[in-house]
């Protein structure tokens, strides 16, 4: 298995889980993917200060997930994406563990059932 987000050249998968840690940022990212948006635009649902935004947002932009551009005096965020695929391919490579481990499950569930449902018959 290729160990992603300890070669060099696209997101660090390490920074880009340790960003969507937070719930803040998670947010963030929705409301950015939506379109661009300024720190004002972003704090609004919140309930903190544009610097604590600006922070969260710093974190985003240095995993790789946002990017800001210079609108005047305007620094509008902008959802990078493209950089959350290291992220979902990492994840489905476990979708398909999590599917055959819940198939086993109900097997024996199922087996369980009928060993339940003749020893209540043969009573």
Known sequence: MEQIGY?????????????LADPTRRAILSRLAEGEASVGEL???????????????????????????????RRPAKLKA????????????????????FDQLDDVLQQMKKINAKGTADE
Do not use: T, Y
């Open 43 to 73: 704090a609004a649902p919140f309930q903190m200060s544009q610097p604590a935004v600006s922070k969260h947002l710093k974190v985003l932009e240095r995993a790789g997930l946002i990017e800001r551009g210079v609108d005047e005096q």
């Open 82 to 101: 493209e950089n959350l695929v290291p992220a979902v391919d990492w994840l489905a490579e476990f979708k398909a563990f999590w599917g055959g481990s």
């Open 7 to 19: 070669m060099g050249g696209g997101p660090n998968l390490d920074a880009v889980f340790a960003a």
